[in-house]
């Protein structure tokens, strides 16, 4: 607070109220803005708006930066009154008045802490993401954060990678839809709304697909399969209108992402027509030279304004050089003012010239209850139920004596999960927490967390647990992994539960007591075993604040669980990379196969057939992409199309039936998958072009239509062209990607 009494001690503090912002301005009239600025602009005071810092903690360091219009963005700044006193600076005591743009990592809440994305996929509700996104952003603009550095959009198909936790999958359709959603409620109807925030599709591109799923390492994802996996959700969030993008820390084939033109020029602003402004990942420019891309920090910014990145985090490298390289013609002005216009495009549209301050006086949304409420709906919603043997869930009055052991039980910090900048640990509600407030009364709850915390090798404590379960009629086991196992910098090779938490649920499952292993993790994680041992396992993608409350209505009935799987759990991690949208191979599973311990002895080199698997893991994964299972059950009939031979400008209309045969109200999601069975290059096996969710009584009976444009079976073929090819394909519609309903058409 030192730094504002500095600054208030020589200026006059405006009244900080929010004025009403103008009405967006039209493109034309923002053009004419942003070219009066530029005319007026020095060198420095364009280079400063490609500079973006992270303040030290005593910001009156940095005020005479501010002063000279040497800094265009701060990030992990969140004290309203610091930015409020940072952007008057920028206002009252520049040349140029030009507001400072504040970003954050606001990945899955700002305050109230909504299930990381990668569990809000298995909601697979885009308007509940949408409605997560909003929240987020009202709660951040509320302290003065105007631009997340958000959605995370990789396409994720390694679970020993940590930044999967971000991700929304390994699915490029989901993907797409769900990081528009997030865009959406970000960006709000209109940007230059208060409570809107800029929204930032990241890593531009394929950071997901590093080398052994070990983070920063090299990628090497040729075009088309760029152009066909990992780039689609980038352009869905172009035309969605994403504000900003941010550049990918890995060099895919070479070239590292923040000095790559092709995709920052070529695809995303001449192919794209993307108009708003791409900023480095964190000192990604200056990290060209670690690559080995660039043999200094002249070198790097040099590749990286050129390549396109028009604003640089944190590496200092454009405020060092650009002056040199400009003066050396190894760049030029018009780059220069290009990058410059597209930041300030978007200042202008998020309304900070109008409207560059927060209002502090206002009462605070932060841990709102429509926001604490909202967070819950989507920690239901993301749960998924892998196994319910016995109809064990949800649990009933039978049910006198609970025991409640496990790490993850009463773990508040870690039940928020990766990036979490802002939750508040406090307002965790976890699940024991939550069963002995909202249960407590109806059952005896028994506790004995039995090891510490998930990496807790020690196994004294399970004794008591065991205990705990012969005197109870269940075992609820709260497993998983620390939030810190997961996100960025933290990938594992072995994915079983970590410490002695095997131990811990073999040893209750042994009391004969049936058990139900609830996990919260970060990623898919191989769970094989324990759940051989489970009644029942209910997984959530650590659930946020809400997540207590969440998980002990599911388990008790209150809710039902919808949950489906967003991405492939492997039996072990020796079978990954693996995905539903895998290509079919010219020697293809036959699910006969000879495994390893059904060898015989001296067996001739090809006695057990050529197909592709594994001898140890065979083929199938745990569990696969799609799947989830609900209190209730549904029947998918009747399956019918509009046609069997379509145009390439055609749609096709698809209809089925579903039942929900069970006892529960409950909600189904149905999908839709596609097969392009031959093609100029081979297609994958199943690739999902739309979903569903189907709310159904007990025994009601609805008939799904789905309309499936030919033009979405588009991709790029042989010859690099983005087209429909005329052919056969197999389409299903079903629970998941390896069950369904199938029938043909022909595309002319
Ligand atoms: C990090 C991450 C990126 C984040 C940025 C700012 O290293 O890679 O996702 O937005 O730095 O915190």
């Not at 389409?731 to 595309?747: D, H, I, Y």
Request: negative net charge; aromatic residues 8%.
């Amino acid at each position: 607070m030192k730094f504002i009494k500095i600054i208030s001690a020589y200026l006059i503090m405006l009244p900080l109220v929010s004025c009403q912002s103008t009405p967006g301005d039209a493109s034309s009239n923002v053009d004419r803005n942003i070219e009066t600025l530029l005319k007026e602009m020095t060198l420095e005071e364009k280079i400063g708006q490609m500079n973006q810092i992270s303040p030290p903690e005593d910001l009156s360091q940095i005020v005479d930066l501010v002063k000279k219009g040497e800094i265009g963005s701060v990030l992990n700044l969140v004290d309203p009154e610091a930015i409020n006193a940072l952007q008057q600076i920028a206002m009252e005591e520049t040349r140029m008045k030009i507001p400072l743009i504040v970003g954050r990592d606001v990945i899955h809440g700002f305050k109230t802490i909504f299930p990381i994305p990668l569990g809000q996929a298995a909601s697979f509700n885009p308007e509940l993401v949408k409605e997560g996104a909003r929240v987020a952003a009202v709660e951040a603009a509320s302290q003065g954060v105007r631009w997340t550095f958000a959605p995370m959009i990789d396409i994720a198909r390694d679970p020993r990678w940590g930044r999967i936790a971000e991700s929304l999958g390994e699915d490029t359709y989901l993907t797409s839809v769900l990081g528009v959603a997030m865009i959406d409620g970000f960006q709000g109807d209109n940007l230059n709304d208060p409570t809107s925030i800029a929204a930032c599709p990241k890593h531009f591109v394929g950071y997901g697909a590093a080398e052994s799923g070990k983070d920063y390492n090299s990628t090497f994802i040729p075009e088309r399969t760029l152009r066909n996996v990992y780039l689609p959700p980038f352009k869905a969030a172009v035309d969605a209108g994403a504000a900003t993008f941010m550049t990918s820390f890995n060099d895919n084939d070479g070239v590292p992402s923040t000095g790559n033109r092709f995709i920052l020029d070529q695809v995303l602003r001449k192919e794209w027509g993307f108009t708003g402004f791409v900023v480095s990942d964190w000192a990604s420019v200056s990290e060209m030279i670690n690559h080995g891309f660039a043999k200094d920090g002249k070198e790097a910014a040099m590749k990286a304004i050129n390549a396109g990145v028009d604003m640089d985090m944190v590496s200092g490298t454009y405020v060092a050089y650009v002056k040199e390289l400009l003066n050396e013609k190894k760049i030029t002005m018009q780059t220069i003012d290009d990058a410059v216009r597209n930041i300030l495009r978007i200042k202008i549209k998020l309304g900070l010239f109008e409207n560059p301050y927060v209002d502090i006086s206002a009462s605070s949304v932060l841990y709102a209850e429509e926001h604490l409420l909202k967070a819950k709906e989507a920690a239901v919603q993301s749960a998924i139920l892998l196994k319910n043997d016995n109809e064990i869930l949800p649990l009933n009055e039978s049910i006198k004596t609970i025991a409640v052991v496990g790490p993850m039980a009463d773990a508040p910090h870690d039940q928020l999960g990766t990036w979490i900048f802002d939750g508040d640990k406090n307002y965790t509600q976890t699940p024991l927490k939550a069963l002995q407030a909202e249960y407590g009364d109806k059952v005896r709850i028994l506790y004995a967390p039995g090891t510490a915390y998930s990496r807790d090798m020690r196994t004294e404590g399970i004794a008591a647990a065991v205990n705990a379960a012969r005197n109870a009629d269940v075992v609820l086991a709260f497993v998983g992994e620390e939030s810190i196992l997961s996100g960025e910098a933290h990938s594992l090779t072995n994915l079983d539960l970590q410490g002695a938490q095997n131990e811990l649920i073999a040893a209750v499952a042994k009391t004969g007591k049936p058990v139900v292993t609830v996990v919260m993790a970060g990623r898919p994680l191989t769970i094989g075993r324990d759940a051989e041992v489970s009644e029942a396992v209910l997984y959530n993608f650590h659930p946020g604040t809400m997540g207590g409350p969440a998980i002990a209505d599911l388990l008790f009935g209150k809710a039902v669980p919808s949950g489906k799987l967003p991405v492939t759990f492997p039996k072990v991690v020796g079978q990954i990379p693996m995905y539903h949208s895998h290509n079919n191979t010219g020697r293809p599973y036959q699910g006969n196969e000879t495994m390893l311990q059904d060898i015989p002895l001296e067996a001739g080199q090809t006695s057990l057939g050529n197909t592709s698997f594994h001898l140890d893991a065979g083929f199938d994964p745990l569990y696969p992409f799609g799947y989830g299972l609900s209190y209730s059950t549904f029947s998918y009939t009747n399956l019918r199309i509009s046609a069997d031979k379509l145009k390439t400008t055609e749609s096709l209309t698809v209809m089925t039936d579903i039942t929900n045969t069970g006892k529960y109200d409950a909600t189904e999601i149905a999908q839709l998958y596609v097969q392009d069975c031959f093609g100029s290059v081979t297609r994958p096996v199943k690739e999902l072009k739309d979903f569903t969710r189907v709310p159904l009584k007990a025994g009601e009976t609805k008939t799904v239509t789905f309309t499936l444009p030919m033009e979405k079976l588009a991709y790029y073929n042989l010859d690099m062209n983005y087209v429909v090819e005329a052919g056969e394909f197999k389409l299903w519609v079903g629970p998941n990607s390896q069950e369904g309903l199938k029938t043909a058409f022909v595309v002319e």
